[in-house]
């Protein structure tokens, strides 16, 4: 089970709260695309210009321990959907170690999906997001606490 999702919105190194007001700006300049607002189970994370939000949530809903999940993953890029490619990698930096699997992404009408996680402990996990595009690159991470 997670442990409040909205209170694990991290962008490097900022604390909470501060990362709640630094996404507060991004989030409304992207119109297009899904209000965490009215969605309390998804999560955040930002690149560190603001230009490029990602939101995600598992599916078919709460993180488990011990079980495979899905990630529903859309990508905003200023005010517009992402249109490049996405790779998808979770660690826990306080025990050194990764996932035991390698998650497979999909393009989807509505942005992507990430198939095959599996989270085999509880603690905090640092969901990494790698995209490509035209521009370039971009990595995005979120840190959640799975309880």
């Known amino acids: 089970m997670i442990n409040s999702p909205t209170g694990y919105f991290r962008r490097l190194r900022m604390t909470r709260f501060g990362a709640l ?21 998804s999560y955040t994370s930002a690149s560190e210009d603001n230009q490029i939000v990602v939101y995600f949530r598992g599916q078919p809903g709460a993180i488990p321990i ?52 599996l989270f085999h402990m509880p603690g905090q996990w640092r969901l990494d997001f790698n995209l490509q595009g035209d521009a370039g690159s971009q990595h995005i991470y979120s840190f959640i606490e799975i309880e």
Not at 71 to 80: F, G, Q, R, V
């Open 21 to 41: 007001l630094a996404l507060a700006m991004p989030v409304a300049g992207h119109a297009q695309c899904p209000d965490t607002a009215l969605d309390p189970s």
């Open 66 to 117: 011990g079980a495979f999940f899905s990630l529903d993953i859309t990508i905003c890029d200023s005010a517009k959907r992402w249109a490049g490619t996405l790779t998808v990698d979770a660690s826990m930096p306080a025990h050194g170690h990764g996932m035991n699997y390698q998650p497979e992404v999909q393009a989807t009408a509505s942005g992507f999906i990430a198939e095959g996680l």
